[in-house]
């Protein structure tokens, strides 16, 4: 029996990953997307089940001892993981499914799942990404340093990925990750 595609998006933070895959769920049907667990503090504007599961440290603990994660990991001083169930049952019922992870996690699955894409979204300059966090205003500095730090890093994982998305120009980039999407749907 067919199987869905499993699709990995991950990159830096700021970098646009949210935004892109948010355009890519309104061009294309058909697409599932992995709601992570984290213990992480709600930002204002998201929703429980929409967004993440929000869970303590404590939940997540216990779930790790329950094998409910295919992969998990600590980002930016929070965990955050991936039910494995969500994305068993997509891929059992021929639905492709979109997982917006670190780069930890994105090697993860692929050790674990050979068949993953990785698509990598990045931006041209660390300056670009603190210009966009700093916009989006949801991190304190101190949080914001963090996720920059770490941000010259998770770039090098670019070249182990499968594609690699510039996102400069957001139309442009929103119409390379559909190609992506379809090339892959297209090949079967
Ligand atoms: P990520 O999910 O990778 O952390 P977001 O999708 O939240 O990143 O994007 C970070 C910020 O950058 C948001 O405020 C978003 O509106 C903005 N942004 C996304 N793509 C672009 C782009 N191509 N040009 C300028 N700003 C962008
Ligand atoms: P944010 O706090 O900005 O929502 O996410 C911070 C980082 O955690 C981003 O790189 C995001 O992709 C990553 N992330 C979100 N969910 C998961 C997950 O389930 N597993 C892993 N490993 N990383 C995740």
């Not at 992995?34 to 709600?42: A, Q």
């Amino acid at each position: 029996m067919s199987r869905g595609h499993l699709f990995v998006l991950s990159g830096p933070s700021g970098a646009g990953k949210g935004t892109l895959r948010k355009i890519l769920f309104q061009q294309l049907g058909g697409l599932v997307y992995s709601i992570s667990c984290t213990t992480r503090e709600k930002r204002n504007e998201e929703i429980e089940g929409r967004d993440y599961f929000f869970v303590s440290y404590e939940r997540f603990e216990t779930m790790i001892k329950h094998g409910d994660f295919l992969e998990w990991a600590n980002v930016h001083g929070n965990y955050y993981g991936t039910r494995r169930a969500d994305v068993e049952t997509s891929l059992e019922l021929n639905c492709d499914i979109v997982l917006e992870i670190d780069v930890q996690g994105s090697r993860q699955i692929k050790a674990i799942m050979p068949e993953a894409v990785r698509i990598f979204i990045t931006v041209d300059s660390l300056d670009s990404l603190e210009e966009r966090l700093e916009d989006r205003g949801t991190e304190t500095q101190e949080q914001l340093t963090r996720r920059l730090r770490n941000a010259a890093a998770e770039m090098k994982y670019a070249r182990e990925c499968e594609h690699i998305v510039l996102n400069d120009n957001l139309e442009i980039a929103s119409e390379k990750l559909a190609d992506i999407v379809k090339s892959y749907r297209n090949a079967g």
